[in-house]
Structures are given as C-alpha cells and as structure tokens.
C-alpha cells in the first residue's frame, strides 16, 4: 500500500520561512520522482518543484529562488524548504511521486497561510 504522510506548513507572515515534508512508504524511493504541487481556493493543483530520482530540479518561476525542493533517500522523503514567503504562496500543498504501477498517488495536503 502507497502512503505519503506530509508534515510542516502553518501560518507565516510576509518574508516568512517554512519547511513542508513528505515521507513515502509502499514505493521504491529511489526510483521515482518526486514533485510538489499547490492548490489555492478556486484554482487549479499547479506544479511547483520537482526533483528527479538522480537529484535534478526544476521550479515554477514564481518560486524560483525562493524554494528548494531536496530529497533524502535513506528516509524515503522529499523536503520543500520556502523562502521569502508571500500571500500569494498561500494554497495547500500536494506531493506526489512520479507514477508508480500505473497509479498517481497523492499526499494528503498541507495548508500553508500568509499573512500578516
């Protein structure tokens, strides 16, 4: 069975930091991908980072520079270290791993808030 239990988030104010992680179990770790997604009320679930299974990353503009996606393979768990965070950051977080036997699987969000 394929579980993704993600941790972190909360409230920050403006040129705030936070840390979201997620750890996987029921997958090859090593193997896949790994991506975070955010969704903010009445929008749709947009890629953010991505890491690939040898350590490549990519990230949306409007985050570049400000957040790092890593991954720690002995712990199976992918980090989302934010930067500089502005209300426009504002969504739930999503990771998930590239697809695994045919199947997306899916953390179960993390609410991340700014504001002053």
């Known amino acids: 069975q394929v579980k993704l239990v993600q941790s972190g988030g909360g409230l920050v104010q403006p040129g705030g930091s936070l840390r979201l992680s997620c750890t996987a179990s029921?997958?090859?770790?090593?193997?896949?991908?790994m991506y975070w997604y955010r969704q903010a009320p009445g929008k749709q679930r947009d890629l953010v980072a991505e890491?690939?299974?040898?350590?490549?990353?990519n990230y949306t503009d409007s985050v570049k520079g400000r957040f790092t996606i890593s991954r720690d393979n002995a712990r199976n768990t992918v980090y989302l270290q934010m930067n500089n965070l502005q209300p426009e950051d504002t969504a739930i977080y999503y990771c998930?791993?590239?697809?695994?036997?045919?199947?997306?699987?899916w953390g179960q969000g993390t609410q991340v808030t700014v504001s002053s």
């Open positions: 029921g997958i090859v770790f090593r193997l896949v991908n």
């Open positions: 890491i690939s299974n040898t350590g490549s990353t």
């Open positions: 998930r791993p590239s697809r695994w036997r045919d199947n997306i699987y």
